[in-house]
């Protein structure tokens, strides 16, 4: 064990049925980590713990890490899936560097997950698949369990899978498909390890397999006997107590960021009044905002599947056409194909939201795996001078907000606006308070009802002065009627025009129509506790986690750092460039090759210095708290011990 | 008096809006003459384009439908038909390439109480824009899209277009073009399309027999219009628009009526052996072998087969409606599911907010 999960009490004895003697160590956190077969159902087993952790109290946060393919060939290590979970008694903000627990379910997932679990960690495996056929697909020359080459890890061989069949010998189900409950076995004793509830579990099996009672019977039957198994075997003499986390008084659901976003699109239709309509195409990892959003029609939520991911964006704009509130969601190659279109939206001044749930590219790239490199694209992509606002949630959570404050810019300044999410939020869960409906931000917009012109003509591009929106009317209107389009507008009648004069005005207006966005920002909030800080980390997205718990290790070892993360990416905010001249060096971490570092730089003239990764996972925290204090010890010259604790969060 | 039939009409913000304007604007004025229909704008169509014709085919014929103006929306994609929003005095949007009934199916599906149509060309629609047109196609949603064939790319001022016979020689095929040509008609139909037709830009009483059955249609209606390009492919329908060549090579089509055509009736549609339709001369076939024409058929093959009875020079055209059947539309559709879903479970926000798995911490 390492210092980080370092008992917090001393083994106390309790007894086991069987007059087996067992003991119980409270831990602030653990990392587990589950791999399997794509088939073996990892993702489900990770989830069901996550939600029974999140119904114990703990803080959390996961990653699922799963394959393209959605059966690769059985037992091959391109088949692996995993699904890592960090829980703890306080608050945290990553899924966890390394696990102190990896649960593999056959020799591909061993030898794909095995060099991230530090020596002494918890190795559980399901002996019964380690068979040569097994070993041999994968590589292996001789039977790990058995030469030796474990002997670093406190490795306990499980038969997992002849342990279930034995458990459901009388379920009536043939051999396959028995073997099938062996993840609910694994759960089952994990459940019993780390003392979490199973009441959900048995609830959720109930509910999932309704309608075939006898699959339901098995799988809790299975469930229940791993929960016994760890109770009475003499493999585990030791179980596990993680105590709730101090959470701020309120309602808490566990919440992935799919779920949030789609969610935070509902409550925007809801506190607009206005249709919501989703155009969309399938593509990893946005789908299930789609399928999320296709549960709530008593909303008035349209979901429109087209035909390809243009007609997803053409038909959201169609419908903003017609006073809905469009959007389409999308990954980046979806992005690629819709920039033409979104570029008419700019042109249109149509309000519009652009869902990107990034993930690895150039092209189909990773399509599974994290990556914020769509950055560039999403200020720059299109053809012509195309401004939009650009923002990101930090958290799976947070993808709810972001969500609410994309539509209140796309109703308020009628425009396009891009939503920057990533594979890793998508997927990720973690708490979240649910809020109160009333507190949400109130989005009704006004169409425009009157002609605004002196001689009693309705002008489509006259503009409100401060916010340069252009009035909003639908058809259906009386005595509004007008034609927009792709062509430039003439200022104020929006006629086509070709006038050299014309075009300059406005290309302008619509980029002073999105930077003005700026002054209505709130004030950029900096994270420096110590309040002396000479180094500031800048992020943006999914690293707000990771950043946050490396720079939690730098405080924690008696260094200062002030930590920034941005949710406007475009406008930026307008007090941004001076609080970045303040401090001595500006580190910018990011899952690309130093996008934003790039904007900084070009927007405010400031050394941005980029630390980049681009593996398709999140940054580790110790590996980013190491880049921080390398800056921050070349910056004061003084080295400091590292963090005492070893890392906790 | 309307004879076209709008969906169920809106809520919200969107029916206050409709209501204050109608209230400040005066009720909703359904009596229109064709002068209505014209906006300020300068019409900018080469002098002698086939697209004049239609424009003003339109503007007279729309009138009669009984719809307000501002309930119509036009939508068109990129090319020269595409400009004909801006000379149209209703709601309307001149949007990009190939588009434009993607853009109209995300307004109809959403906005059931307007008249929706779309305005296409045969690069448009069928080159950079095929997958939008069968797909809406198939889907069926309620809108009437006119395909203006000039059978040649005019704005980017003449290469071959995706309905250009093969041979072409154009710009950019110096020595002839290698690819053979779509018949719209017959990939409408192979889309499955519940409403086809077919009309000739200089002929206004058959473009409007055809554009009022397309109206009245609920559902997609596909209306492809032979359009004359006088700069680029001159001459392109004149086999059919000639006095005498015309009756020779033309099939009028008329629900009900045996499928005779030519000078004094000579020439007549038959079953052919292999299954498919043939023409014969009239006087060597029994009467009761003439396929009487049925716009209603369900099954497709029979429309199909009516539009491969021309080759791509143009010779035995048919012109009028192919098809037109009764189908739900995709619009109507999607408003039924969601009133089932409002009738099942209530939209209550806080209740799918919180799920169905919460603990709560206490202060």
């Not at chain 1, 099996?205 to 929960?227: C, D, H, M, S, W």
């Not at chain 2, 048919?318 to 109507?332: C, I």
């Amino acid at each position: 064990m390492t210092a980080t999960n370092t008992p917090v009490t001393a083994p106390a004895a309790t007894s086991a049925p069987g007059g087996l003697v067992k003991s119980v160590v409270e831990l602030d956190r653990v990392v587990i980590r589950l791999a399997g077969d794509s088939g073996d159902g990892m993702q489900l087993t990770g989830n069901r713990f996550t939600s029974e952790t999140a119904s114990f109290g703990n803080d959390l946060s996961t990653l699922p890490n799963f394959p393209a393919e959605i059966r690769a060939p059985t037992g091959t290590l391109p088949g692996v899936s995993s699904f890592q979970l960090h829980f703890a008694d306080h608050d945290i903000m990553t899924p966890g560097d390394a696990p102190d627990v990896l649960v593999a379910m056959n020799p591909a997932a061993l030898k794909s997950n095995l060099s991230d679990l530090p020596g002494g960690g918890l190795l559980i495996v399901d002996a019964d698949e380690f068979t040569p056929r097994n070993l041999a697909k994968v590589g292996y020359a001789t039977n790990p369990l058995e030469d030796g080459s474990l002997e670093g890890w406190q490795t306990v061989a499980v038969p997992l899978t002849s342990m279930t069949l034995d458990a459901l010998a009388d379920s009536g189900l043939g051999k396959k498909e028995a073997e099938r409950s062996k993840n609910m076995f694994t759960l089952g004793l994990l459940s019993w390890m780390y003392h979490r509830p199973t009441e959900g579990t048995i609830r959720f099996l109930e509910r999932t397999f309704r309608r075939k009672p006898q699959v339901a019977a098995a799988n809790i039957a299975a469930f229940r006997a791993g929960y016994n198994y760890g109770e009475t075997t003499e493999a585990f003499a030791v179980s596990y107590e993680v105590k709730p986390a101090p959470m701020a008084p309120g309602r808490y659901r566990n919440i992935s960021g799919n779920q949030a976003l789609a969610l935070g699109l509902v409550a925007a239709g809801q506190r607009s009044g206005l249709p919501l309509f989703l155009g969309a195409y399938p593509i990893t990892p946005a789908s299930d905002i789609l399928h999320e959003l296709s549960r709530h029609k008593s909303f008035g939520v349209r979901t429109f599947q087209a035909e390809d991911e243009i007609a997803g964006v053409a038909s959201a704009i169609g419908a903003s056409f017609g006073g809905a509130l469009g959007v389409t969601t999308t990954s980046g190659p979806g992005i690629s194909l819709k920039s033409e279109a979104i570029g008419l939206a700019v042109m249109t001044e149509l309000p519009l939201l652009v869902i990107d749930v990034q993930r690895g590219g150039p092209s189909t790239g990773l399509p599974t795996k994290t990556e914020q490199s769509d950055l560039l694209q999403a200020m720059f992509g299109r053809n012509g001078e195309a401004p939009l606002p650009v923002i990101a949630p930090r958290s799976p959570g947070d993808c709810f907000d972001a969500a609410l404050e994309a539509a209140r810019i796309a109703l308020t300044y009628r425009t396009p606006v891009m939503l920057l999410s990533d594979g890793y939020l998508a997927n990720g869960a973690e708490p979240w308070a649910i809020p109160d409906v009333e507190s949400l931000p109130d989005l009704r917009v006004e169409f425009a009802t009157e002609p605004n012109g002196e001689d009693g003509e309705f002008l489509p591009y006259l503009r409100d002065p401060e916010t340069l929106a252009r009035p909003w009317a639908i058809p259906g209107t009386a005595g509004m009627q007008h034609r927009i389009g792709g062509l430039e507008k003439a200022d104020k009648t929006g006629n086509i025009s070709y006038d050299p004069a014309n075009h300059d005005l406005m290309t302008r207006l619509r980029q002073a129509k999105v930077d003005g966005i700026a002054a209505t920002l709130p004030p950029t909030e900096v994270e420096d506790p110590d309040g002396d800080a000479r180094v500031a980390v800048i992020g943006w997205g999914s690293t707000y986690g990771p950043i946050g718990a490396a720079c939690r290790r730098i405080r924690r070892s008696g260094r200062s750092v002030a930590q920034l993360h941005l949710r406007h990416l475009n406008p930026m905010p307008a007090d941004l460039g001076d609080i970045l001249r303040g401090y001595d060096r500006v580190i910018c971490p990011e899952m690309n090759l130093g996008q934003l570092a790039l904007l900084l730089r070009a927007k405010y003239l400031v050394d941005v210095q980029s630390h980049t990764q681009v593996r398709g996972l999140p940054f580790r925290a110790a590996e980013l708290a190491a880049v921080i204090q390398d800056v921050i010890d070349s910056t004061s010259g003084a080295p400091l011990a590292a963090d005492p604790t070893g890392g906790a969060e | 008096m309307t004879t076209v039939e709008l969906g169920m009409p809106a809520e919200g913000p969107i029916a206050d809006a409709i209501a204050a304007s109608v209230e400040t604007q005066g009720e909703k004025q359904t009596v229109l003459k064709a002068k209505d229909m014209k906006t300020d704008q300068e019409v900018r169509w080469c002098p002698g384009c086939g697209d004049y014709v239609i424009l003003n085919a339109v503007q007279s014929f729309l009138p009669s439908l009984g719809i307000a103006r501002e309930d119509m929306v036009i939508v068109s994609g990129i090319g020269c038909s595409s400009r004909f929003p801006y000379y149209m005095n209703t709601y309307g949007m001149h949007s990009i390439h190939g588009r434009a009934p993607a853009i109209a199916t995300g307004l109809a599906a959403s906005r059931p109480d307007l008249s929706v149509w779309v305005v296409t060309g045969d690069g448009d629609a069928l080159s950079i824009g095929g997958n939008h047109l069968i797909h809406t196609l198939r889907r069926n949603v309620n809108m009437t899209i006119l395909l203006f064939n000039n059978r040649i790319y005019g704005l980017t001022k003449g290469q071959y277009s995706p309905t250009s016979e093969v041979g072409k020689v154009t710009k950019s095929t110096p020595m002839g073009s290698l690819d053979h040509p779509f018949n719209p008609v017959s990939l409408a139909l192979g889309a499955d399309a519940t409403f086809v037709g077919r009309a000739m830009d200089s002929d206004r009483k058959g473009l409007t027999d055809v554009l009022r059955q397309a109206a009245e249609h609920q559902g997609t209606s596909l209306v492809e219009i032979y359009q004359n390009c006088n700069i680029f492919n001159d001459g392109a329908f004149d086999l059919l628009k000639d006095p005498t060549t015309g009756p020779m090579w033309s099939i009028p089509l008329e629900h009900g009526k045996p499928l005779v055509f030519g000078p004094d009736g000579a020439s007549c549609v038959v079953r052919d052996e292999s299954g498919g339709l043939r023409i014969a001369e009239t006087n060597q076939v029994d009467a009761a072998e003439i396929v009487v024409h049925d716009v209603t058929r369900q099954d497709p093959s029979y429309a199909f087969a009516l539009s491969r009875l021309s080759s791509q020079d143009l010779r035995y055209t048919p012109m009028g409606v192919f098809r037109a059947v009764q189908k739900p539309t995709y619009d109507a559709m999607m408003a039924e599911q969601l009133d089932e879903a409002r009738t099942s479970s209530p939209a209550d926000l806080d209740a799918i907010l919180t799920g169905a798995d919460t603990w709560t911490v206490s202060a």
